[in-house]
DNA sequence: TATTGTTATACTCTATAACTATA
DNA sequence: TATAGTTATAGAGTATAACAATA
């Protein structure tokens, strides 16, 4: 039997396409990575850019991060409410917020951080170091500019 | 004045994280690139499976794709809709469907394939070609085990 | 029994516009 | 008047379970 065609045409070759099928199966293997600590994608990159700089003020959070004002609204609430961080309202631009990490974030942080280690070692179990970098750099190539 | 920090912190050098945001760039790039044609990412990567395979039985699409069954159903069917494919029973096996592109279907991907060639261009500006060979390879070596 | 495709539905993330309260 | 954050809402893609028709 004749081997099934795996062509997929003219996207195959298209870096925009590839991107976005590779971070859906991240995605998909992150959601499975994380289950049970009530982390999402999003949620785990606002933890991380809020203990990298704490006291960080939420727009400059969510732009760092490429986040829309509007969207980092219900992220933040949601991050409140489980207690994993603090909002304060900046003392000398009140309409501004201050965001920390409690402890328990920067335990749930470590965590996944742990757990998603896992997953990018298997996930990229058949790259070198060197190629590793390469990626990455790729990546923060085509973000860099925008963040 | 001090550089404002642009750290992130423990997702910043993570591929994972990285591959997410730079889906997402492109893909708002991308919306921008064929607006009214009435083109998303999905719809042209069915259009382009079916192209190169003329009469593709629908779920082996999804699959070469990473669609899921459930979720191909009303891409078809806009496709269909808009004269873009067509979708006979297959003769031998009448539970399945067998899916072509119609000249407009073949136009259209022509046009959109055309912008998107722009778009990458200037996404990926900074890449030489080796890196873009490169680039996609890594790409390729995370989806290609599973699609 | 297993498979192809379908329906229904919920979730995650993104986008825009109009609003408030401060500056 | 501009900015920080908010509300409301829509869109795109993905996930699961239960189902019908056919194999």
Same mark, same amino acid.
């Given at each position: ?5 795996? !062509?997929? *045409?003219? &996207? ?32 785990? *990159? $606002? ?8 006291? &960080?003020?939420?727009? &400059? ?5 490429? $986040? ?11 991050? $409140?409410?489980?207690? @994993? ?8 631009? #009140? #309409? ?7 402890? #328990? ?9 742990? #757990? ?6 298997? @996930? @990229?179990?058949?790259?070198?170091? !060197?190629?590793?970098?390469?990626? @990455? ?9 925008? *963040?």
């Amino acid at each position: 039997m004749a081997k099934p065609s795996q !062509d997929i *045409g003219v &996207v195959s070759n298209r870096i925009g396409f590839n991107l976005r099928r590779a971070a859906a199966i991240f995605s998909a293997d992150f959601t499975h990575a994380v289950e049970g600590t009530g982390m999402r994608q999003m949620l785990i *990159g $606002i933890l991380s850019v809020v203990t990298a700089n704490p006291g &960080v003020n939420q727009g &400059v959070a969510g732009r760092l991060l490429g $986040i829309k004002p509007a969207n980092m609204v219900a992220f933040i609430t949601e991050l $409140i409410d489980t207690g @994993l961080i603090v909002r304060d309202v900046d003392s000398i631009d #009140r #309409r501004a917020f201050s965001l920390r990490v409690t402890p #328990r974030g920067v335990a749930l942080l470590n965590d996944c951080t742990q #757990r998603l280690d896992t997953l990018e070692n298997e @996930l @990229l179990a058949g790259f070198t170091d !060197d190629e590793k970098v390469s990626f @990455l750099d790729f990546l923060n190539r085509v973000t860099g500019s925008v *963040g």
